[in-house]
């Protein structure tokens, strides 16, 4: 589906160099929006502005400093005149550690970027808007983690459902102005962001494996959710808002207790293995 609409809008993207957002800027630039590719890799961004059809810039930023976000929207002004819509999804996954593993720091980190970074895009892109006195539309990143809960990746977990609740609070105070903010929750995706994990599970070694248990009994592609993204940012989505759009095939419908939801279909004692190796207590009733 094109998105006439898109045409001559000026489009940020943030986490712009590799994996869902390098996706997002291409599919964004085939609809004919001016492109200010950020990330926090000034060589990625800048090879992927170069390489769309359309006028771009490159911004190196880190979304969690302050500084950067007022930066990179103010050089997207300067090079473009305005700001349309923004694709606010750069983020960190954190560590796998298990629970009582999990160092301040760590979780810290993940709160930063995840979270705080997303509160100042969304912060400077209503200013922005303020400023040029217009409407927008921004669309979040999100995640299956948002919306349901596992004993793994509690950081990464954790950040997401608190930019579900960014998204509502930003969507309630953007309605009145013209402002749209929805969020896409996509499921497995193999992106660059886990293959850094590639030998954990849960990483990108079982990815394939976990996603053939979907309904659609496949992982997603980056193309994919930049599909959903372009939707959200475009007219074809004018009333809505506040909203978090699944593209995760069909995984946070399944009721895993029901037999077409596998249940009973997996080793649950090999899963404890792995989470708690020894450290399981005999269960209590």
Not at 42 to 54: F, H, I, Y
Not at 165 to 170: K, T
Not at 254 to 263: D, E, I, K
Request: glycine share 12%; aromatic share 6%; hydrophobic share 40%.
């Amino acid at each position: 589906m094109n998105h006439d609409d898109l045409h001559g809008k000026v489009a940020v993207v943030t986490g712009a160099g590799h994996g869902l957002g390098r996706a997002s800027a291409e599919r964004l630039a085939r609809e004919g929006c001016r492109v200010v590719v950020v990330d926090i890799d000034v060589v990625a961004a800048a090879e992927v502005a170069g390489s769309l059809p359309v006028e771009s810039i490159a911004v190196q930023a880190d979304i969690s400093k302050e500084n950067d976000v007022e930066r990179y929207i103010r050089e997207a002004h300067t090079a473009f005149g305005r700001i349309d819509l923004h694709h606010l999804n750069a983020g960190i996954f954190g560590s796998f550690d298990t629970l009582p593993e999990i160092s301040i720091q760590d979780f810290q980190k993940v709160m930063d970027v995840n979270v705080a970074g997303t509160f100042l895009g969304i912060r400077g892109a209503f200013r922005q808007f303020q400023q040029q006195q217009t409407g927008g539309a921004i669309a979040v990143t999100a995640s299956i983690a948002s919306l349901t809960g596992s004993a793994d990746l509690l950081p990464y977990q954790t950040s997401k459902h608190a930019v579900v609740g960014l998204v509502h609070g930003a969507a309630v105070y953007g309605g009145p102005l013209g402002v749209r903010v929805n969020a896409v929750a996509p499921g497995i995706v193999p992106t660059d962001l886990f293959a850094a994990a590639g030998t954990q599970v849960g990483g990108a070694n079982d990815m394939e494996q976990r996603a053939s248990t979907t309904p659609l009994r496949r992982a997603g592609t980056a193309d994919e959710i930049a599909g959903a993204v372009a939707f959200l940012l475009s007219t074809d989505s004018a009333y809505i808002t506040g909203q978090v759009i699944s593209a995760d095939g069909g995984a946070t419908i399944v009721n895993t207790v029901r037999p077409s939801g596998g249940a009973g279909a997996w080793d649950t004692s090999a899963a404890d293995a792995t989470l708690y190796g020894s450290r399981r207590p005999t269960p209590s009733h």
